[in-house]
Protein backbone atom coordinates (compact mmCIF):
# COMPACT_ATOMS: atom_id res chain seq x y z
CA UNK A 1 0.00 0.00 0.00
CA UNK A 2 1.00 3.18 -0.74
CA UNK A 3 0.07 7.23 0.54
CA UNK A 4 0.50 8.46 -2.80
CA UNK A 5 -2.97 9.25 -3.36
CA UNK A 6 -2.92 11.73 -0.63
CA UNK A 7 -2.81 15.03 -0.87
CA UNK A 8 -0.28 15.93 1.97
CA UNK A 9 -0.19 19.82 1.02
CA UNK A 10 -3.71 20.31 1.89
CA UNK A 11 -3.71 17.99 4.76
CA UNK A 12 -0.49 19.10 6.17
CA UNK A 13 -1.51 22.57 5.34
CA UNK A 14 -4.45 22.43 7.39
CA UNK A 15 -3.13 20.31 10.28
CA UNK A 16 -0.43 23.41 10.45
CA UNK A 17 -3.56 25.98 10.67
CA UNK A 18 -4.91 23.64 13.82
CA UNK A 19 -1.40 23.71 15.37
CA UNK A 20 -1.00 27.42 15.03
CA UNK A 21 -4.85 28.17 16.31
CA UNK A 22 -4.31 25.57 19.32
CA UNK A 23 -1.11 27.28 20.17
CA UNK A 24 -2.59 30.41 20.51
CA UNK A 25 -6.01 28.97 22.41
CA UNK A 26 -3.00 27.31 25.08
CA UNK A 27 -1.22 30.54 25.54
CA UNK A 28 -4.54 32.19 26.41
CA UNK A 29 -5.90 29.55 28.86
CA UNK A 30 -5.56 31.28 32.16
CA UNK A 31 -8.86 32.24 32.46
CA UNK A 32 -10.27 29.09 31.10
CA UNK A 33 -10.41 27.43 27.88
CA UNK A 34 -11.25 29.43 24.79
CA UNK A 35 -13.61 26.92 23.50
CA UNK A 36 -15.19 28.85 20.63
CA UNK A 37 -11.21 29.33 19.08
CA UNK A 38 -10.85 26.02 19.76
CA UNK A 39 -13.45 25.13 17.56
CA UNK A 40 -12.03 26.91 14.48
CA UNK A 41 -8.52 24.79 14.91
CA UNK A 42 -11.06 21.99 14.71
CA UNK A 43 -12.46 23.43 11.69
CA UNK A 44 -9.23 23.12 9.66
CA UNK A 45 -8.57 19.81 10.96
CA UNK A 46 -11.37 18.80 9.61
CA UNK A 47 -11.02 20.33 6.45
CA UNK A 48 -8.06 18.52 6.31
CA UNK A 49 -9.79 15.26 6.97
CA UNK A 50 -11.53 15.74 4.14
CA UNK A 51 -8.84 15.36 1.69
CA UNK A 52 -7.39 12.02 2.83
CA UNK A 53 -9.77 10.05 1.05
CA UNK A 54 -9.30 12.29 -2.51
CA UNK A 55 -8.46 9.87 -5.03
CA UNK A 56 -6.13 11.81 -8.17
CA UNK A 57 -5.57 10.11 -11.22
CA UNK A 58 -2.26 8.94 -10.33
CA UNK A 59 -3.52 6.17 -8.50
CA UNK A 60 -5.32 4.70 -11.60
CA UNK A 61 -1.70 4.60 -13.54
CA UNK A 62 0.05 2.38 -10.82
CA UNK A 63 1.85 -0.57 -12.48
CA UNK A 64 -0.10 -2.93 -10.12
CA UNK A 65 -2.90 -1.32 -8.83
CA UNK A 66 -4.31 -1.57 -5.58
CA UNK A 67 -8.39 -2.01 -5.28
CA UNK A 68 -10.16 0.50 -3.83
CA UNK A 69 -10.52 -1.46 -0.37
CA UNK A 70 -6.97 -1.16 -0.13
CA UNK A 71 -5.91 2.50 -1.57
CA UNK A 72 -8.46 3.79 1.22
CA UNK A 73 -7.12 1.39 4.15
CA UNK A 74 -3.76 3.47 3.13
CA UNK A 75 -5.32 6.55 2.97
CA UNK A 76 -7.06 6.23 6.18
CA UNK A 77 -3.92 5.90 8.06
CA UNK A 78 -3.45 9.67 7.01
CA UNK A 79 -6.21 10.77 9.13
CA UNK A 80 -3.59 10.25 11.94
CA UNK A 81 -2.14 13.83 11.64
CA UNK A 82 -4.63 15.95 12.04
CA UNK A 83 -6.52 13.60 15.17
CA UNK A 84 -2.86 13.32 16.68
CA UNK A 85 -2.74 17.68 16.76
CA UNK A 86 -6.13 17.91 18.27
CA UNK A 87 -5.22 15.24 20.84
CA UNK A 88 -1.94 16.91 21.50
CA UNK A 89 -3.84 20.63 21.44
CA UNK A 90 -6.93 19.35 23.64
CA UNK A 91 -4.11 17.74 26.27
CA UNK A 92 -2.29 20.58 26.64
CA UNK A 93 -5.14 22.78 27.01
CA UNK A 94 -5.93 20.59 30.09
CA UNK A 95 -2.74 20.67 30.79
CA UNK A 96 -2.65 24.74 30.94
CA UNK A 97 -6.05 24.74 32.54
CA UNK A 98 -7.67 22.11 34.43
CA UNK A 99 -11.37 22.91 33.92
CA UNK A 100 -11.01 21.66 30.26
CA UNK A 101 -13.13 19.24 29.58
CA UNK A 102 -10.49 16.98 27.48
CA UNK A 103 -12.64 14.04 27.60
CA UNK A 104 -15.87 15.53 25.72
CA UNK A 105 -13.45 17.73 23.34
CA UNK A 106 -11.51 14.66 22.24
CA UNK A 107 -14.83 12.69 21.41
CA UNK A 108 -16.15 15.78 19.26
CA UNK A 109 -13.05 15.99 17.70
CA UNK A 110 -13.41 12.39 16.61
CA UNK A 111 -16.88 12.62 15.40
CA UNK A 112 -15.84 15.51 13.74
CA UNK A 113 -13.10 14.37 11.50
CA UNK A 114 -14.77 10.83 11.42
CA UNK A 115 -17.81 12.75 9.59
CA UNK A 116 -15.36 14.65 7.40
CA UNK A 117 -14.41 10.89 5.84
CA UNK A 118 -17.40 9.29 5.74
CA UNK A 119 -18.80 12.57 3.49
CA UNK A 120 -15.84 11.98 1.26
CA UNK A 121 -16.26 8.31 1.30
CA UNK A 122 -19.83 8.84 -0.09
CA UNK A 123 -19.32 11.46 -3.10
CA UNK A 124 -16.28 9.02 -3.78
CA UNK A 125 -18.28 6.04 -4.02
CA UNK A 126 -20.86 7.98 -6.75
CA UNK A 127 -18.36 9.03 -9.10
CA UNK A 128 -16.44 12.30 -7.32
CA UNK A 129 -12.58 11.20 -7.09
CA UNK A 130 -11.24 14.19 -5.27
CA UNK A 131 -14.22 15.48 -2.96
CA UNK A 132 -12.16 17.11 -0.49
CA UNK A 133 -12.64 20.36 -1.60
CA UNK A 134 -16.51 20.95 -1.57
CA UNK A 135 -16.44 18.29 1.83
CA UNK A 136 -14.03 20.96 3.47
CA UNK A 137 -16.05 23.68 2.10
CA UNK A 138 -19.71 22.58 3.31
CA UNK A 139 -18.17 21.07 6.33
CA UNK A 140 -16.11 24.37 7.29
CA UNK A 141 -19.05 26.49 7.02
CA UNK A 142 -21.37 24.28 8.66
CA UNK A 143 -19.51 24.32 11.73
CA UNK A 144 -18.60 28.15 11.52
CA UNK A 145 -22.72 28.67 11.45
CA UNK A 146 -22.97 26.18 14.40
CA UNK A 147 -19.97 27.56 16.01
CA UNK A 148 -21.11 31.49 15.43
CA UNK A 149 -24.94 31.43 15.86
CA UNK A 150 -25.14 28.21 18.17
CA UNK A 151 -28.42 27.13 17.03
CA UNK A 152 -31.56 24.89 18.52
CA UNK A 153 -31.85 22.31 20.45
CA UNK A 154 -29.91 23.84 22.98
CA UNK A 155 -31.03 20.74 24.93
CA UNK A 156 -28.22 18.53 22.73
CA UNK A 157 -25.96 20.84 21.79
CA UNK A 158 -23.23 20.49 18.93
CA UNK A 159 -20.98 22.29 20.25
CA UNK A 160 -21.68 23.12 23.69
CA UNK A 161 -19.88 25.89 25.33
CA UNK A 162 -20.85 25.99 29.60
CA UNK A 163 -22.99 22.75 29.66
CA UNK A 164 -24.91 20.10 27.75
CA UNK A 165 -21.74 17.94 27.54
CA UNK A 166 -23.52 14.54 28.22
CA UNK A 167 -25.77 14.81 25.18
CA UNK A 168 -23.30 16.21 23.02
CA UNK A 169 -20.29 13.71 24.04
CA UNK A 170 -23.66 11.10 23.44
CA UNK A 171 -24.24 12.34 20.47
CA UNK A 172 -20.59 12.69 18.92
CA UNK A 173 -19.75 8.98 20.03
CA UNK A 174 -22.96 7.85 17.58
CA UNK A 175 -22.09 10.04 14.92
CA UNK A 176 -18.75 8.66 14.93
CA UNK A 177 -19.28 4.65 14.85
CA UNK A 178 -22.12 5.63 12.40
CA UNK A 179 -19.53 7.65 9.95
CA UNK A 180 -16.73 4.69 10.54
CA UNK A 181 -19.18 1.85 9.71
CA UNK A 182 -20.16 3.94 6.95
CA UNK A 183 -16.62 4.71 5.22
CA UNK A 184 -15.77 1.16 5.83
CA UNK A 185 -18.87 0.16 3.72
CA UNK A 186 -17.95 2.64 0.99
CA UNK A 187 -14.88 1.97 0.98
CA UNK A 188 -16.07 -1.37 -0.99
CA UNK A 189 -14.40 -2.15 -4.31
CA UNK A 190 -17.69 -1.66 -6.85
CA UNK A 191 -16.99 -5.28 -8.24
CA UNK A 192 -16.80 -6.91 -4.86
CA UNK A 193 -20.37 -4.99 -4.07
CA UNK A 194 -22.26 -5.92 -7.15
CA UNK A 195 -21.11 -9.37 -6.76
CA UNK A 196 -22.40 -9.67 -2.85
CA UNK A 197 -25.74 -8.37 -4.41
CA UNK A 198 -25.71 -10.61 -7.09
CA UNK A 199 -25.22 -13.90 -4.33
CA UNK A 200 -27.94 -12.18 -1.92
CA UNK A 201 -30.50 -11.54 -4.92
CA UNK A 202 -29.81 -15.38 -5.97
CA UNK A 203 -29.71 -16.56 -2.36
CA UNK A 204 -33.34 -14.90 -2.02
CA UNK A 205 -34.49 -17.22 -4.85
CA UNK A 206 -33.80 -20.25 -3.76
Not at 60 to 65: E, I, T
Not at 76 to 104: M, S, Y
Not at 131 to 147: N, Q, R
Amino acid sequence: MTLRGVDWAVVLGGSAIGIAILAGCVAFANDGPPLPQVRLALVALAAAAAFVLDEPAAGAVDAVPNTRRRRTAARTTAIALPLAVWILGVLALEQRNAVTPAGALLVEGAGVLAVAMAVAAVLRLVGRAEPGEIVASVLGAAMLGVIIFNPPPHSVPIFPIDDGWAPSTTLWTCLAVAATILVTAASGDPYRRRVQADQLFTSGRH
